[in-house]
């Protein structure tokens, strides 16, 4: 099943603020130039991360935030029947095919996770 379009919006919002953060890190922007890589266009970067954000619910935007702050991965893939966060075992009502579809938390960490 594809994932639900909000959680790939979210998942995109992540990705983008990873490289956002990469391409202000002077240190990695200059270690990828090095390799041959240039970072440019962190205002294209953040352009597209302001028109993503505003497809987002306000609530979920408000978690993914204050998660943010605490962690560098915010959202997170369910692997086998862990969270990839914590690594603590996730309960099997998570797995029920009325949740399977939802953006459900770690009830240990509280990151945000999805089943892929
Ligand atoms: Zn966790």
């Given at each position: 099943?594809?994932?639900?379009?909000?959680?790939?919006?979210?998942?995109?919002?992540?990705?983008?603020?990873?490289?956002?953060?990469?391409?202000?890190?002077?240190?990695?922007?200059?270690?990828?130039?090095?390799?041959?890589?240039?970072?440019t266009g962190l205002e294209e970067l953040q352009d597209a991360r302001s028109k993503l954000a505003?497809?987002?619910?306000?609530?979920?935007?408000?978690?993914?935030?204050?998660?943010?702050?605490?962690?560098?991965?915010?959202?997170?893939?369910?692997?086998?029947?862990?969270?990839?966060?914590?690594?603590?075992?996730?309960?099997?009502?998570?797995?029920?095919?009325?949740?399977?579809?939802?953006?459900?938390?770690?009830?240990?960490?509280?990151?945000?996770?999805?089943?892929?």
């Amino acid at each position: 099943m594809p994932l639900k379009e909000a959680h790939r919006l979210l998942i995109a919002l992540q990705d983008l603020d990873i490289m956002i953060k990469e391409a202000k890190d002077k240190s990695t922007s200059k270690e990828l130039e090095s390799l041959g890589f240039k970072l440019t266009g962190l205002e294209e970067l953040q352009d597209a991360r302001s028109k993503l954000a505003k497809k987002i619910s306000p609530t979920v935007l408000q978690r993914y935030k204050k998660l943010t702050g605490r962690y560098t991965m915010a959202i997170l893939p369910v692997t086998g029947d862990l969270c990839l966060g914590c690594f603590v075992k996730l309960p099997t009502s998570f797995f029920s095919s009325i949740n399977r579809d939802l953006l459900q938390t770690c009830e240990n960490c509280g990151r945000l996770l999805y089943i892929p």
